[in-house]
């Protein structure tokens, strides 16, 4: 699936499903409940993909940062801040060990790639990382996905002979199929 990260197309296919104003709105919820009254004035998205949430969160006149390690992404998130009326700051970075001047409000990763810090060590340098950036009453938040998705009670498949959850995604005429494995 890494191939996924490098075609972004691809990949704003297999994500679409996605409601990423909800999701903002969120985000946003949750900063207010626990921000004593602040104003979020900066965000930045860990391991962003294309930044969508970022595009989001700045068309409601947030500062925001996206950073991910792929390349592809970057590009895409500077090609796309060309085009747009608000714009990302973009980071190619790892999201274990990034360093920044900037301090933001809210920090926050989405869509499992919490689970890409494979280490107990990948773990605590990204949580160093994410600390040193945030303000000193800053709010991280960590989406994952709930186990019964992975233990039954869900639409993925194995089939195939594959390892791994096969993902399948319907656009226009095609058919996307991901195989999400360890390996």
Known sequence: ????YKNVELYQIAFSYRDIKAECDFLQYVFNQHSCGKKMRKSIE???GPA???FELSSRNI???AIDLSES???YINSKNKKQKFVVNSICDDMRTFR???QYDLAFIMLDSFSYLLTDQDVVNHFNSVADVLT???IYVIEMDHPKNYFGNNNSSSKDGLDGICWKMKFNTSLLKINWNAT
């Open 63 to 65: 500062n925001t940062s």
């Open 100 to 102: 920044l001047k900037d």
């Open 136 to 138: 000193d009453d800053g």
């Open 46 to 48: 860990i391991a962003s």
């Open 1 to 4: 699936h890494h191939e996924l």
């Open 73 to 75: 992404m970057i590009g």
């Open 52 to 54: 969508d949430h970022s």
